[in-house]
């Protein structure tokens, strides 16, 4: 994964919590809603819609801020080009798939 300023990550709104792995919350909460743990290391980085895109790359428990007050994140940049191009309305080629589909042949 490699590591990229939230900023140039539209896509990163909402994040799951890593205490109770169940919650997502909203980027601009740093507290998870349900269990109140605050946003660290574990935590994973997620779409409006649920897909997870990256984690929280905390080096240990209080080391999850830079200096410059910005999280350290990790993301997936295969997932995150998936995730363009189905926001875009671009559809992987049926062959690519490796599957066809009602309108291939």
Same mark, same amino acid.
């Given at each position: 994964m490699a590591v990229l300023d939230l900023t140039n990550i539209p896509e990163h709104t909402h994040w799951l919590c890593q &205490?109770?792995?169940?919650?997502?919350?909203?980027? %601009? %909460? @740093?507290? !998870?809603? $349900? !269990?109140?743990?605050? $946003? &660290?290391r574990g935590a994973y980085a997620l779409t409006s819609d649920g897909i997870t895109i990256g984690d929280h790359l905390g080096v240990w428990e209080n080391s999850t801020i830079f200096e410059n007050g910005k999280e350290h994140w990790t993301y997936s940049l295969a997932v995150l080009g998936a995730v363009r191009m189905m926001n875009a309305g671009v559809?992987?080629?049926?062959? %690519?798939? &490796?599957? @066809? &589909?009602?309108? @291939?042949k």
């Open positions: &205490g109770c792995a169940i919650t997502s919350n909203p980027m %601009e %909460e @740093k507290n !998870c809603s $349900r !269990c109140h743990k605050a $946003r &660290g559809e992987p080629e049926a062959s %690519e798939q &490796g599957l @066809k &589909g009602p309108d @291939k």
